[in-house]
């Protein structure tokens, strides 16, 4: 994989009464993060804006697999009530 510089002139626009930054598809791409995504931005005092991937959404493939998964498994035995009634907590 090429190095990619990591030095990229970003273009401030205007959307609603706030501003937006683009990023470009392969930067997206390398940074792992797509819409819905949520990212992290740290704002130093030399000027620097930091952003950092935070959360990632999930399809329709992930929540099918993870409900999928949660079906399979079996109830168990709460164990709260016995530790209380036992006095061990």
Known sequence: ???MNPYLRLTVA???DSLAVR????LARRLGVGE????FA???SDGRLVLS??????GKAEVHRLR???A??????????RMRRDGRY
């Open 1 to 3: 994989m090429a190095t």
């Open 14 to 16: 205007k959307w609603g």
């Open 23 to 26: 990023l470009p598809a392969e």
């Open 36 to 39: 819905g995504d949520t990212v």
């Open 42 to 44: 740290e704002v130093f």
């Open 53 to 58: 991937r935070v959360g990632h959404a999930i």
């Open 68 to 70: 999928g998964f949660l």
């Open 72 to 81: 399979r498994q079996t109830p168990t035995t709460p164990v709260v009530g």
